[in-house]
């Protein structure tokens, strides 16, 4: 088990770069992954930033907003 073999900075390291596919190389544990389904994509992105709920809703409100002033701008131009 990779949890015997290295320690939890090591772990986490390996977690902020993505790069747990490596570790478990690093430890002679590659076999070990190699026939889980998606892991190898899906623990080479773990560590990659990702839009928090608030920026996401920020932006969707400033999206919205941008929408509505587009749709109130166009029928204004169409005389209605």
Not at 43 to 68: E, P, Y
Not at 73 to 80: I, W
Request: charged content about 25%; hydrophobic content about 40%; some cysteine.
């Amino acid at each position: 088990m990779l949890i015997d073999r290295c320690n939890f900075q090591e772990f986490w390291k390996a977690m902020e770069q993505s790069d747990m596919v490596g570790l478990f190389d690093k430890y002679g544990l590659g076999h070990a992954i190699a026939k889980l389904r998606n892991f190898k994509p899906l623990m080479n992105i773990v560590g990659r930033w990702h839009q928090s709920t608030t920026d996401r809703k920020s932006d969707a409100s400033c999206r919205f907003r941008l929408w509505i002033r587009q749709l109130t701008n166009t029928a204004g131009a169409n005389g209605s």
